[in-house]
């Protein structure tokens, strides 16, 4: 399988002198296309911040991020065009779906289809929806779904460009336990589906059996997490 993504040795510091924080401590990552992953760990440990560095958003400042194999970050400096590769090949989901309020579900879905530059963006859209379960609720705006569906249209906006990497950071936080675990089936079925590679920050232990990797974090230092077998 390709690797979408893979980090190798990024080590990141914010500030300096005593007030210095390790945010990324030593990091490496292989995310073959077609696994979904969690990442866990404590507030502070430095999810987000290896969620940009993945996502090409604010680099690392040491280390080398390569994307489906070939370098594109090195030591905070970009070896290709980042923007084009985040809009083209790349899924963004938040803790907040931050849906364009004056733009209906389908409309949502669909702008980003066009600036991604693929045809019949209407028609993408709708597909999209469907696919998420949500095509009922197409003509509707933000602030008529509930934040499930919310979600769920945010996520059919990241999959526009069929990205080979799709990045989440905390996406079922405003949602409840049954809500949380079918977005998290979602993107179980998007990479299992669709072969995208998929990282998702989470806090919730409930759900953790869909992922096929699990990771966690601790002050800056990534490790897999030792999965554990629930008493019954
Ligand atoms: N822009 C920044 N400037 C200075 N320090 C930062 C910045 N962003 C993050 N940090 C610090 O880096 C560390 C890691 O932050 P990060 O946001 O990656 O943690 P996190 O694991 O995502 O936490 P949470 O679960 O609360 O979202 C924290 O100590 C944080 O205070
Ligand atoms: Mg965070």
Redo the contacts with the bound molecule.
């Keep these: 399988m390709v690797n979408a993504v893979e980090a190798v040795g990024l080590r990141k510091t ?2 300096s002198g005593p007030g210095a ?1 390790v ?1 990324l401590d030593d990091v490496s990552l292989v995310l073959p296309r077609g696994t979904v992953a969690a990442l866990l ?10 969620i940009k560095a993945l996502g090409f958003v604010s680099p690392a400042d040491t280390g080398t991020v390569l994307f489906e194999g070939k370098a594109v970050v090195r030591d905070g400096q970009a070896l290709a065009d980042l923007a084009r590769l985040r809009r083209q090949h790349l899924g963004f989901v938040f803790q907040k779906a931050n849906l364009t309020s004056f733009l209906n579900a389908r409309e949502n879905v669909e702008i980003a289809c066009e600036f991604g530059g693929k045809r019949q963006a209407r028609q993408r859209a709708r597909e999209l929806l469907s696919y998420l379960g949500v095509a009922a609720r197409e003509k509707s705006y933000p602030e008529m779904l509930s934040g499930g569906e919310q979600q769920r249209v945010a996520i059919a906006r990241a999959l526009a460009n069929e990205p080979s990497l799709i990045l989440a ?2 996406p079922t936080a405003a949602l409840d336990g049954a809500r949380s675990r079918s977005v998290m089936e979602l993107f179980r079925k998007v990479a299992h589906d669709r072969g995208a590679a998929v990282l998702v ?1 989470t ?1 919730d232990h409930r759900a953790l059996d869909v992922f096929d990797v699990l990771y966690e ?1 601790e002050d ?1 230092r990534l490790r897999p997490y030792a999965r554990t077998v629930a008493a019954s």
């Design positions: 914010y500030g924080v945010a760990g404590p507030s502070g440990s430095g999810k987000s911040t290896l950071d905390e920050v806090h974090m800056g």
